[in-house]
């Protein structure tokens, strides 16, 4: 498990990427109001060049499928990376207190 980063690219500007904040969150979270943690947790920045980031801390394999699942919801360019250091690592901490060793 990693932080990875899904960059969404194409909005003509900040309005229109904070829009689509809203569709992303309902893939990797249908029922907002679920008993329990989302299967992955998630979070959102915004670059300068009004680029939308989805944090999401997971496998390799569940951040690429995402990225292919956000590009469809979409239909923009769509890049999955490693996060940067310092970059969503609040996302591990969620999943540490909501997955607690057994």
Not at 31 to 40: I, K, L, S, Y
Not at 67 to 86: I, N, Q
Request: charged share 25%; aromatic share 6%; net charge negative.
């Amino acid at each position: 498990m990693m932080t990875f980063e899904i960059r969404i690219e194409g909005f003509a500007g900040t309005d229109e990427a904070l829009a689509m904040q809203e569709p992303v969150a309902r893939l990797l979270c249908p029922e907002p109001e679920h008993d329990g943690p989302c299967r992955v947790p998630w979070g959102f920045s915004l670059t300068d060049d009004n680029a939308l980031v989805l944090g999401v801390y997971t496998t390799r394999e569940t951040a690429a499928d995402l990225t292919a699942e956000v590009r469809r919801l979409t239909a923009r360019p769509a890049t999955l990376a490693e996060a940067s250091p310092g970059h969503f690592e609040e996302l591990a901490e969620q999943y540490r207190i909501e997955h607690p060793a057994r």
